[in-house]
């Protein structure tokens, strides 16, 4: 199986300042096809997970252009370049290159 | 608009058997690339993927939990339903469902776009 690992777990924020979160993966998320299986969700308090990033550098729908994603391989990072009050909950990466797909422990984001 | 609702009992006993359904709508699981999926977060930890059934029938599992899961569709009633057998206190969470999107090789998605709501579960005698 494919472990992802989170760095932060908590992230205090200052509202309007950058924020940055990490993703490491124990093996390769690069596919043959030259995309990255990477997924970063957004899990508010009470609301269901929430799509941000999908192959690890497409803002979904409706996501924010604050919003960015990056990297390869192994290395990837979610950036906010000015968090805002809504942006509070728990961002989790998740790979999905193969089954099982499995997320990382989470970051929890609060604002300062 | 694709949507997708959990239902099934909200208590369970020890060494029951969980069944849960997801209803959907706005997608079709006849659909080349669609999938549908389950999840779990227990209180206080992190998601957890379960299962997943695509559009052609395959079935994958989460391997610490593969013999005790069954996924199956209805495609016509638009469902798909999960069941957990042999239910312990430590599977007490809330379960999701989500639609997946694989895309194509060349235009690939892979990823798990619309969830619903989820149902909590508790185990308890």
């Known amino acids: 199986d494919i472990v992802m690992t989170q760095s932060p777990l908590s992230l205090p924020v200052t509202p309007g300042e950058p924020a940055s979160i990490s993703c490491r993966s124990s093996?390769?998320?690069?596919?043959?096809?030259?995309?990255?299986?990477l997924i970063w969700y957004l899990h508010k308090s009470g609301q269901s997970p929430q799509l941000l990033m999908y192959?690890?550098?497409n803002r979904a729908s409706g996501v924010p252009d604050r919003f960015s994603g990056s990297g390869s391989g192994t290395d990837f990072s979610l950036k906010i370049s000015g968090v805002e009050a809504e942006d509070v909950g728990v961002y989790y990466c998740m790979h999905a290159l193969q089954t099982p797909m499995t997320f990382g422990q989470g970051t929890r984001l609060e604002i300062k | 608009q694709i949507t997708l609702k959990e239902s099934g009992p909200t208590l369970v006993k020890p060494t029951q058997t969980l069944t849960l359904t997801c209803t959907f709508s706005?997608?079709?699981?006849?659909?080349?690339?669609?999938?549908v999926g389950w999840f779990r977060q227990p209180p206080g930890k992190a998601l957890e993927w379960l299962a997943l059934i695509y559009w052609d029938d395959d079935r994958r599992y989460s391997p610490l939990l593969k013999s005790r899961l069954a996924i199956i569709k209805d495609t016509s009633r638009k469902q798909v339903v999960l069941t957990m057998t042999n239910m312990d206190p430590v599977d007490t969470a809330t379960y999701y469902c989500a639609h997946y999107g694989s895309g194509t090789y060349y235009n690939p998605f892979a990823a798990f776009d619309i969830w619903g709501q989820g149902t909590m579960v508790t185990v308890s005698s």
């Open positions: 706005g997608f079709s699981l006849s659909t080349t690339g669609a999938g």
């Open positions: 093996q390769s998320l690069l596919h043959t096809n030259g995309y990255n299986y």
């Open positions: 192959l690890a550098s």
